[in-house]
Structures are given as C-alpha cells and as structure tokens.
C-alpha cells in the first residue's frame, strides 16, 4: 500500500522528506506507559512502508529508548529514511538533569546518538531547548564542527525564538525549526513563519493536532493514564476543556462536509499553510497513522481553507500548553 505522500524540501537546505513525518515520542514516554516495543518497532516500519521517510526522536525521550527503538525499527532502511534526534538536556545516570548545550557535552551526546542510532551521521540534529547559559553561537559553531566533520548532516532548532534563530543561522545555516503549530496553537504565525520563510529554514510543527485535542477522540470528560503529560497541561483543565470545544466543533463541521475526519483537516490545514512546512503527528496505532497520512488527500479551496483560518482566529484558546516548569523552558 504505497502513499501519495509526495515530499516536501525543508526550506533552501536540500533535505527532501516525506511531506508528513511520524513523531516517535509517545511511543516512550509522554503518554502514559510505553508502547508494546514489538508493536511500535512494526508501526515505524508500516510507516515505511506506507512512504513516511521522517522520523523524529530524542535524546531525552526515555532517557535514550527512543533512540534505540528507531535503531532497532530503522535498520533495514539506512539511506532510505531521515532520523532526526535533539540534544540539549543533561543526563546524570540516565535522569535528566536540565538543559545543557555546551558545546563539549553536544559533542559528546552526538557521538553518544550515533553509537545508539547506529549511523555514520546524524541526519537533522535539532537543539532541543535553547540553553539560557550558553549563547546559540557557540551552539550553532559546535554543530558547524560536527557538519565539517562528517557527523551530522542538517542542524536544527527547536522552539527558539526569531532573535536567536537569526543568531544561529548566521553561525551555522539553521535547516529547520521544530516547534508547536496547530490550530490549537497559532502563536508562530506572528513573527516566527516570516523569519523562517525570509531565511529560507523549513518548519516541522510538533504536535500538529494539539496532542489528541484536533482528534476529536477527547473531550473535559477523558482521564488521561498515569504518566500522561496531559494530566498537567492547563488547557487540558476541564473547566478550559470546556472552552476550547468551540474549536473543535469548527473542525469538525469541516470535517463532516469533507466527510474525513478532524484530524485529518487539522493536518491538511498545516500543509495549506507553507510549503516548507512538515508535521509530524505522532501515533501509536496503525488505524491512526493511515488516517493521518491521508490528510494529504484533503483538497481545500483557498476560500476554504480561509474561512477556516478566519474562523479559527475568532475562537480564544484557554489555558497554557505547558505546566509552569515546562514554559520556562520556552525561548522568547
């Protein structure tokens, strides 16, 4: 079963993908236990199969099973697909620690990946948060050391702000930019999409459909299991659950006169929006990641995908999309 994925470049870089990627988070951590390792290592190579050639993980995400689990799940597929993995958070017997992008320790750590990844290169290295104590030039300089070297292909960021996307990218060209972009979360319209499409970086937008809100799947009803950073999202609250159903209705009343399903008009929408733009939802289950692929078969009219836009910009979101200790993290 071969998609009509079709492919998209990653801003002026070169670095060609499949125009959705799969985001391999949750399939460790973030959602409540992991996934059955057998399962998911089957579901990477159903994407695969399926034309998904971009896979994202971390360093952090486990600490370190992610990684291993692509390993395992990517090896009969070297030089077919592109892995991309973040450093940027500290380790002290296998816990995170905090941030830490100094340039020695993201030396280290990129060794440390490809051990794990077993690969000769890393293909898109991101930083994963920007680290207050360490300037994004120096950042950006190590990761120019380690393109001249021959370990890693593309550097990316992910949620940096414009100021220091531009400091970065005049070290080092910035490939991409992963940060949050949905309709659930519209913030980089305003400054952050101008900056990438001026400087020629492409956008891989993380949870593209508002970590299972767009899905229509949940609503102020759902508990979420033990372990699942929804528990402590304060727009997961179910007083603003409440709220922001009036987004979800949008979606889905677009949905039910496509006849798809809100998902996957949350996706096309992304995809509307810039041509360097490539989301990675993230997904557990087969049904789920071939519903997501067909968001690429959602035709839109530009009047539609308007109206949509207009209407979704009328409709205020309650509750930040982090906890407190996670917005600190955030580069502004």
Known sequence: MKSKLGTRKLGNSGLEVSSLGLGCMGMTMGYGPAGDRKDMIKLIRDAVERGVTFFDTAQVYGPFANEELLSEALAPFKGEVVIATKFGFNFENGVSTGLNSRPEYIKKMAEESLKRLKIDALDLYYQHRVDPNVAIEDVAGAVKDLIQEGKVKYFGLSEASAKNIRKAHAVQPVTALQS???????????????????????????????????????????????????????????????????????????????????????????????????PIPGTRKLERLEENLGAVDVQFTTDEVKKLTEAASKIKVVGDRYNEAGMKTIDR
């Open 180 to 278: 949050e972009y949905s309709l659930f979360w519209r913030e980089p319209e305003d400054v952050i999409i101008p900056t990438l499409e001026e400087l020629g970086i492409g956008f891989v937008p993380f949870s593209p459909l508002g970590k299972g809100f767009l899905t229509g799947k949940i609503d102020s009803a759902t508990l979420f299991p033990e372990g699942d950073i929804r528990n402590t999202i304060p727009r997961f609250q179910e007083e603003a659950m409440q709220h922001n159903m009036a987004l979800l209705e949008l979606v889905k009343s677009m949905a039910e006169n496509k006849n798809v399903s809100p998902a996957q008009i949350a996706l096309a929408w992304l995809l509307e929006q810039k041509p360097f733009i490539v």
